[in-house]
């Protein structure tokens, strides 16, 4: 994994505090930032995973922040679900509208392939942030490492069980990057817990009623279950309403992927134990000013991959403001100071 790269970073305190530190991110990967008008006008989209979502939210902050500074128009839009189906003829549309770059999160790693490709040969700079397609056609990746996060699940659920006991593991659907690597990091971090077993994971399709119904049928299949993993909000959200439902907080322990609003009040009401935040301010801030880097000299970055970091989320430190910046958020007014610098590394 390759860290830093040669090119110099200009920003000034003020900046890096308007930045929620993401502006740190941007030197950390050796990214110029040019004063607002100092460049032609570029614009942008962002066509997020889905509207409403408070990790699109926060990551449409950053990228408005970057913009902001930048000099540059951004537009952002969403599909009203996380389907593919759906993302694609938004994805059209945006591209005939002719933006000089798109920052898109593809709802599905093969089903959005083509369109992105027509992105492309349309003569617009293509970037994926989360999620990405299994061709390396984008000019680059900004995401969190998600085998990593999936391990730092299993970790934490092991933790909160005594190493030992049932688990389960609450995802969205097959096919979708995130929650794939999610999902094949918890597992493949459980096996070092020779004296946990994974009973199973369901498919909730990203919606939290139906993880809700799956993980009350696995509480009653196994009374004996320690701990559940919900690889997003959604399945976090499910798993934490059926064990308030079957009277099981604090004998059934809870990790979550991700820190919505109520992803943060079912940990503070002793539901959900853990939570695995994100950083997505810190993906959009990143991404736009990747794609200003690109659209002002033409050449590509030195790393198609940078991944942003992750913070555990407890109870105890939840009100510490170096981690509550990265809850997430419903309106960008609700984003605190900067306190501390994110991290970000481009990977080889």
């Known amino acids: 994994m390759a860290r830093g790269s040669d090119i ?38 962002l066509v997020q995973g889905v509207q409403g ?29 996380f389907d593919a189906t759906l993302q694609t003829p938004l994805l059209n549309a945006v591209v005939q509208a002719g933006p000089d770059a798109i920052l898109i999160a593809p709802n599905d790693r093969t089903a959005m392939i083509a369109p992105i490709q027509e992105a492309i040969d349309a003569g617009i700079a293509v970037f994926t942030v989360d999620t990405f397609i299994e061709e390396d056609i984008a000019i680059a990746n900004i995401a969190s490492d998600n085998v990593l996060g999936g391990k730092m699940a299993a970790d934490a659920l092991a933790e909160l069980i005594g190493e030992q006991g049932k688990v389960y593991v609450s995802n969205v659907r097959p096919g979708i990057s995130t929650t794939d690597q999610r999902e094949q990091g918890f597992v493949e971090g459980i096996a070092a817990y020779p004296d946990i077993e994974l009973i199973g994971v369901d498919y909730n399709e990203d919606d939290p009623t139906l993880a809700a119904s799956q993980t009350a049928a696995q509480l009653q299949a196994h ?126």
């Open 8 to 45: 110099c970073f200009k920003v000034n305190r003020r900046d890096l505090v308007k930045a929620g530190a993401a502006t740190a991110t941007m030197a950390a990967l050796g990214l110029k930032i040019t004063p607002a008008g100092a460049q032609d006008s570029f614009s942008i989209t």
């Open 53 to 81: 979502d408070e990790f699109y939210v926060s990551m449409a902050c950053g990228a408005q922040t970057a913009a902001d500074e930048r000099g540059v128009s951004l537009d952002v839009q969403g599909p009203e679900d």
């Open 223 to 348: 009374p004996d279950l320690a701990g559940i993993f919900g690889t997003n909000l959604f399945g976090a959200e499910g798993a934490a309403t059926a064990v308030r439902e079957a009277g099981l907080q604090g004998q059934v322990k809870v990790v979550g992927f991700d820190a919505g609003p109520k992803q943060v009040a079912d940990l503070e009401q002793e539901i959900v134990d853990v939570l695995i935040a994100q950083h997505p301010y810190d993906i959009g801030y990143t991404a736009v000013n990747m794609a200003v880097d690109y659209l002002e000299s033409g050449e590509p970055p030195a790393e198609k991959v940078v991944t942003t970091g992750y913070s555990v989320v407890t109870r105890d430190n939840m009100d510490d403001p170096d981690v509550a910046r990265y809850l997430y958020v419903a309106d960008c007014s609700e984003i605190p100071p900067a306190v501390a610098s994110p991290e970000a590394t481009p990977e080889a």
